[in-house]
């Protein structure tokens, strides 16, 4: 990924290093990295691919942050907070150019297909999130949401790694799947951390999501078992729009409700299903360290 | 391109239809189709390519009019002068994605690789341009300017076509060559029209590059044989900053000087050399095709 910012501008250069060298859990290009290192890919290859992967997930973190005027991302300065837009805006286009580059390397004409789509996806996702009234939705936009915005790279970086490895079409689909259930508890988990999270390790206040009027999982479950709820209609009413004592006071009981252990249900149901994907794969270090990735997803505490 | 933009939200399909159908010359995909002709390529490829290459075009368009806050495009209002920052961010990059789509549809790795690295230069030349100062510059950093800018992606275009063609590595050289020579005319003759060309068939203020502390090469000319004009001397010791009147001045100065000749005479030799490139082709109706795009070039009024 560094080897990527060194023909361009050195100012530019310091700011890509200094982006590249934030952080992270890198848990993207892991899981391509363990299934390569499964299916017995070359593992130049799955290098690159992961840097790819990483590299397209940076690009889209720095135009989110420019689009939500977002200060802090793990813990540090965005580049929005401390750069005018434009050169935020450059900078995201140079890591997309520099990720396609990357992908293309793969010598994987599908696999360029794929990288394409998943770009597509995922800011087609963040258009209909933007163009989409704020307050109640449905469960299944819920899940199409975070689908477009988590789960489609996680699957992308998950099925990409089996298609360079000396493998048959059905066991792609099967990395693919566990890619997208992983992907999905995720981000679920990432959802309810903002409930339950301490602000010092989550990096944001607790509940934010639901104070800028993003409904997320477990005020999904919440709504459902408390629909007479007076903030619940206040939500169902003004959407996004009411006032922020009453939303904190919301956050307040979503938080202390059975609403947490049931989205935690949930994201166990979305690993468990990743889980049966690997079982007809050999058992051994190589399954038993993809098993561990997956029940990391949802122990976590960032 | 209408057909890219239909697997997405419905205000933003509109919002592309709209982009899409606001014209422009489509000089770049009709070097790359005329050839894709010549060289026997297959002429659904050749469509495909031409719509990825304007596809990106547009796409960083949208990223420099948003980053230039400029307000008209071709005579219409531009997206962002219309639309939050947020959402022109986005659109820039689903059109980025939808471009790769399409250039991955080529079947063809070598191009997916010049794909990414020409949009890579093209944005590390306006991050470079941006990080530079204004006022004086060399010559040299005008032509490396207007490479990154506009030759690259006519490099491309024309350097594609000959890739999907049945032809050996030396015919793909000499398009490739072609293309530079003709991209960096336009771009040269663009220059030019800033400040001889009518308001109202530009679309911008005569002599605006100038007034925004734009040193293009009439500006190069007229301050090597003026070094001693007020000026001039004026531009080298405060770049970007003197007065608005002042600049108004040294824009008049310059339409009326010998400068504005010398840089026709200029994108006349790109030309010329891009001429001599199809010579050894077999002359017909697909090579005077191309030798009359490459005169359209320096003679148009647009």
């Known amino acids: 990924m560094r080897a990527q910012a060194e023909d361009c501008h050195p100012d530019m250069r310091a700011v890509l290093q200094n982006l590249l060298s934030s952080g992270g859990k890198r848990i993207r290009p892991t899981l391509g990295l363990l299934i390569g290192n499964m299916l017995g890919a070359d593992l130049d290859k799955t290098i690159t691919l992961g840097a790819a992967v990483e590299m397209l997930h940076t690009a889209t973190l720095v135009h989110d942050d420019l689009i939500d005027g977002a200060l802090l991302r793990r813990g540090t300065p965005t580049l929005n907070s401390r750069w005018a ?18 992908a293309a390397e793969s010598d994987c004409l599908p696999l360029m297909r794929l990288f394409a789509e998943t770009l597509a996806t995922i800011v087609n996702g963040e258009l209909t999130q933007m163009f989409s009234s704020r307050g109640l939705i449905k469960r299944e936009e819920y899940y199409r949401r975070i689908y477009a915005k988590t789960a489609s790279l996680f699957e992308m970086s998950a099925r990409a790694a089996a298609m360079i490895s000396p493998v048959d079409d059905k066991t792609v689909s099967a990395m693919q799947v566990f890619g997208y259930e992983i992907g999905m508890a995720f981000q679920i988990v990432d959802d309810i951390l903002d409930f339950t999270g301490e602000q010092a390790t989550v990096g944001k206040p607790v509940g934010s999501d639901l104070l800028q009027g993003l409904v997320t999982l477990p005020t999904l479950y919440y709504i459902e078992s408390h629909p007479d709820d007076l903030e619940v209609r206040n939500l169902a009413k003004d959407g996004g729009s009411i006032d922020e004592e009453k939303m904190k ?16 249900n949930e994201a166990n149901q979305f690993v468990e299903r990743g889980l049966q994907v690997l079982l007809p794969f050999k058992a051994g270090v190589e399954r038993a360290a993809l098993e561990e990735l997956a029940r990391y997803i949802v122990h976590r505490r960032t």
């Open 85 to 102: 837009p434009a050169a935020t805006v450059l900078t995201g286009d140079f890591l997309f150019a520099k990720a396609a580059k990357l």
């Open 249 to 264: 006071n919301l956050v307040i009981s979503i938080q202390s409700s059975d609403s947490i252990q049931k989205s935690i």
